[in-house]
């Protein structure tokens, strides 16, 4: 058999036709040196299979490293005389082994097991041997029908935490009462008695606890992304709204300065008026004086001529009409008239500036920006207050838009209260105006959470609303829609009204209205105040858009006003 063998690869080697990998170590992976042929018929390098052998002697079970079949005792090795001179036949004609193609294994990689000297990386590890393997090694494992049965997983430097430390056994149970995983053995001591079950069996449970916790945790990242999607569009919202204020702002001051120049112009223009009149009375009394002068002037040299005249009865003749003198210009028209009307515009101006200061000074909270507090993200809701003094916590100070409100509405108080009147309102022109019902918005957004009370009278809407609510039409009114919120308040009775759905509401009849918003909990609730705070209604929605609060009011004395809570 040998004999034969050494012709064919001598006959082959000669063509230079031979797999290189045939006389080669499967350790090593280089020529076979002091080639053994052990009892399955695998050969080794003598040194490569001690050295393998010698990591089963706590064992005292040895194995093939490529078929696993196992030998008891440890066999006793004997140089391969034919193999060798084999080898030494193919190093003489030129034929070596040609370097794995596989990547050595470096400090941070699982190496192959099997592998001396240099070794390269495992291609997988297995679970029934403990053992990693690179590819070349692994090849038994997908040859051999004992082998194929092996668990093989990724390349892993925790095998070992796998044998108990007690038993040295592959640890395949897991102990429910102590919670760690123990070997066979184990169940017959330390932990007889105990609640045990195959490590399998533990693991199917555990995934599916693993994979409730993932839903669970997938569902916080898609609520939290929800929050983060509305706190940008709070940040949009209140972009837009910001651009918005500063146009309008600018618009309207832009059209007070231009008010301003045009009264400093008419202002300006009497004043010069006037002292163009005055100027030409003045110029006219002195030409008027000048003439008299001159003529007085000629007079005054007529009467020393004639005093110079020795001839009496000349003198006598010329004197008569010498003498005559014109009529004087009255003294009062030549009066200097004091500059008291000059003053005056100064100190009516004066006024109108100290005037506009006060208005300014008193006004100014009407027209300032308001702080909106934003909601930080918590881990869990906070619960819903309880008491009137814990709602208190959360009270907003909320105003209503004039350029939102129906021109059938009148504003008053600050712009907190709103009535409605059979007389129209000069209000300017606005897109957000509404023109189908008697309605208003709020100035200030509203999220995070935010608590208000409407003292109301008459037939009146309390609501909240989107900026993009419509502003005409049927559609428009609160609560008829998908855009708006609406508890409808009348004399003995409550409607609450969503979508254009109508839901009774019943509840003591009162005054006063609570509204209690937390925005990223989607809740909304009404409460009827009075000595205590009774639900009316309660909501449980998504918010997909910052809100407004707002009020509808009609018939004869209806009014709506957000009560002033700090």
Partial sequence: MFVCMYICISEMAQKNQLDRDTISCSICLDLLKDPVTIPCGHSYCMSC???FWDGEDQRKIYSCPQCREAFTPRPVLKK???????????????LQAAPADHCYAGPEDVACDVCTGRKLKAFKSCLMCLA???????QSHYESPTLKKHKLVEPSKKLQENICSRHDEVMKIFCRTDKKSICYLCTMDEHKGHDTVPAAAERTERQRELEVSRINIQQRIQDREKDVMLLQQEVEADSRSADKAVEDSEKIFSELIRLLQKRSFDVNQQIRSQQETEVRRVKELQEKLQQEITELKRKDAELKQLSHTEDHIQFLHNYPSVSQ?????????INIRPLRYFEDVTAAVSELRDKLQDILKEEWTNISLTETEMDVLLPEPEPEPKTRAEFLKYSSEITLDPNTANEWLLLSEGNRKVEYTRQKQSYSSHTDRFTGHYQVLSRES??????????WRGVVLVAVAYKNISR?????????????????CYTNWYEFWFNNIKTPVSGPDS???????????????FYSVSETMTLLHRVQTTFTQPLYAGLYVYGD???????KLK
């Fill in 325 to 333: 003198l014109s009529e004087a210009t009255d003294s009062s028209s």
């Fill in 511 to 525: 005054s006063r209205v609570g509204v209690y918003l937390d925005h990223r909990a989607g809740i909304l609730s």
């Fill in 472 to 488: 005409a039409g049927s559609e428009s009114l609160f609560g008829r829609n998908d855009k708006s919120w609406s508890l409808d």
């Fill in 49 to 51: 299979i001690k050295g």
């Fill in 80 to 94: 391969s005389t034919m193999l060798a001179d084999l080898v030494e036949q193919l190093k003489k004609t030129g």
């Fill in 132 to 138: 990693s393997y690179c590819d070349n090694h692994l």
């Fill in 557 to 563: 004395g209806a009014t709506a006003e957000l009560c």
């Fill in 446 to 455: 509203l999220t995070g959470r935010c608590y208000w009370e409407v003292e």
